[in-house]
Protein backbone atom coordinates (compact mmCIF):
# COMPACT_ATOMS: atom_id res chain seq x y z
CA UNK A 1 0.00 0.00 0.00
CA UNK A 2 1.49 3.68 -0.90
CA UNK A 3 0.92 6.26 2.26
CA UNK A 4 -0.55 10.08 0.73
CA UNK A 5 1.67 12.74 0.68
CA UNK A 6 -0.28 13.85 3.94
CA UNK A 7 1.37 11.13 5.93
CA UNK A 8 5.16 11.95 5.51
CA UNK A 9 8.01 9.04 5.66
CA UNK A 10 10.88 10.27 7.87
CA UNK A 11 13.80 8.04 7.93
CA UNK A 12 16.09 10.55 10.45
CA UNK A 13 18.41 10.22 13.27
CA UNK A 14 15.04 11.26 15.64
CA UNK A 15 14.40 7.29 15.54
CA UNK A 16 17.23 5.29 14.81
CA UNK A 17 14.66 2.91 12.28
CA UNK A 18 17.43 3.41 9.66
CA UNK A 19 20.78 1.47 9.78
CA UNK A 20 22.61 5.13 8.50
CA UNK A 21 20.50 8.33 9.22
CA UNK A 22 20.43 11.16 7.00
CA UNK A 23 22.20 13.67 8.63
CA UNK A 24 25.22 11.26 9.09
CA UNK A 25 25.36 10.53 5.12
CA UNK A 26 25.72 14.27 5.07
CA UNK A 27 28.50 14.52 6.98
CA UNK A 28 29.76 11.70 5.14
CA UNK A 29 29.26 13.10 1.83
CA UNK A 30 30.89 16.44 2.86
CA UNK A 31 33.64 14.67 4.43
CA UNK A 32 34.39 12.91 1.14
CA UNK A 33 33.63 9.36 2.73
CA UNK A 34 31.26 6.76 1.29
CA UNK A 35 27.59 7.38 1.33
CA UNK A 36 25.64 4.10 2.41
CA UNK A 37 22.03 3.81 2.49
CA UNK A 38 19.25 4.65 4.49
CA UNK A 39 17.12 1.63 4.28
CA UNK A 40 15.00 0.49 7.15
CA UNK A 41 13.16 -2.91 7.81
CA UNK A 42 10.68 -0.74 9.28
CA UNK A 43 7.55 1.34 8.52
CA UNK A 44 7.52 4.90 9.89
CA UNK A 45 5.25 8.11 9.54
CA UNK A 46 5.56 11.08 10.73
CA UNK A 47 2.58 12.95 12.08
CA UNK A 48 2.73 16.95 11.57
CA UNK A 49 1.46 18.63 14.58
CA UNK A 50 0.39 22.40 13.51
CA UNK A 51 -1.23 25.57 14.59
CA UNK A 52 -2.44 23.49 18.18
CA UNK A 53 -1.13 23.49 21.83
CA UNK A 54 1.14 20.51 22.92
CA UNK A 55 -0.79 17.07 22.89
CA UNK A 56 -2.19 14.79 25.84
CA UNK A 57 -0.24 12.36 27.67
CA UNK A 58 -2.45 9.78 25.99
CA UNK A 59 -1.08 10.54 22.89
CA UNK A 60 2.02 10.97 23.88
CA UNK A 61 1.73 7.25 26.01
CA UNK A 62 0.50 5.51 22.32
CA UNK A 63 2.88 2.44 22.05
CA UNK A 64 5.42 3.12 19.02
CA UNK A 65 5.50 6.71 19.22
CA UNK A 66 7.23 9.54 19.87
CA UNK A 67 6.24 13.01 19.98
CA UNK A 68 9.66 15.42 18.94
CA UNK A 69 7.87 19.13 20.33
CA UNK A 70 9.43 22.56 19.44
CA UNK A 71 8.44 24.66 22.50
CA UNK A 72 6.98 27.42 20.24
CA UNK A 73 4.47 29.64 20.97
CA UNK A 74 1.38 28.53 19.59
CA UNK A 75 0.03 30.21 16.22
CA UNK A 76 -2.26 29.11 13.41
CA UNK A 77 -0.45 27.22 10.94
CA UNK A 78 2.66 26.72 12.42
CA UNK A 79 4.61 23.60 12.77
CA UNK A 80 4.73 22.65 16.84
CA UNK A 81 6.02 19.72 16.51
CA UNK A 82 5.38 15.68 14.83
CA UNK A 83 5.20 12.35 16.05
CA UNK A 84 7.07 9.81 14.51
CA UNK A 85 5.04 5.99 14.10
CA UNK A 86 6.88 2.77 13.53
CA UNK A 87 5.47 -0.51 13.14
CA UNK A 88 6.68 -3.54 11.74
CA UNK A 89 4.14 -3.86 8.70
CA UNK A 90 1.80 -1.54 7.07
CA UNK A 91 -1.03 -2.90 9.23
CA UNK A 92 0.20 -1.98 12.39
CA UNK A 93 1.16 1.20 11.19
CA UNK A 94 -2.41 2.00 9.56
CA UNK A 95 -3.77 0.67 13.66
CA UNK A 96 -1.28 2.65 15.33
CA UNK A 97 -2.30 5.74 12.91
CA UNK A 98 -5.54 5.27 13.84
CA UNK A 99 -4.90 5.36 17.48
CA UNK A 100 -3.42 8.88 17.06
CA UNK A 101 -6.02 10.04 14.97
CA UNK A 102 -8.43 9.22 17.74
CA UNK A 103 -6.59 11.53 19.69
CA UNK A 104 -5.87 14.08 17.82
CA UNK A 105 -7.61 17.42 17.94
CA UNK A 106 -10.08 17.76 15.10
CA UNK A 107 -8.45 20.54 12.97
CA UNK A 108 -5.46 17.77 12.59
CA UNK A 109 -7.75 14.69 12.96
CA UNK A 110 -9.43 15.95 9.48
CA UNK A 111 -6.31 15.77 7.93
CA UNK A 112 -5.06 12.21 9.24
CA UNK A 113 -8.50 10.54 7.94
CA UNK A 114 -7.19 11.26 4.36
CA UNK A 115 -4.48 8.22 5.68
CA UNK A 116 -6.19 5.57 7.77
CA UNK A 117 -9.89 5.97 7.09
Known amino acids: MKLPQEC ?3 VTG ?10 ENH ?3 VAGLTVTGTTTDKQVAM ?11 TLQAIENTHLHWYDKSVRAKRKMG ?8 VT ?3 TT ?3 VKSQLPESLAKNL ?4 D
Open 14 to 23: HNKVAKVSQF
Open 27 to 29: IRA
Open 113 to 116: AKVV
Open 8 to 10: IIQ
Open 82 to 89: HINVVANT
Open 97 to 99: LKQ
Open 47 to 57: VNYVGEAKPSK
Open 92 to 94: ELQ
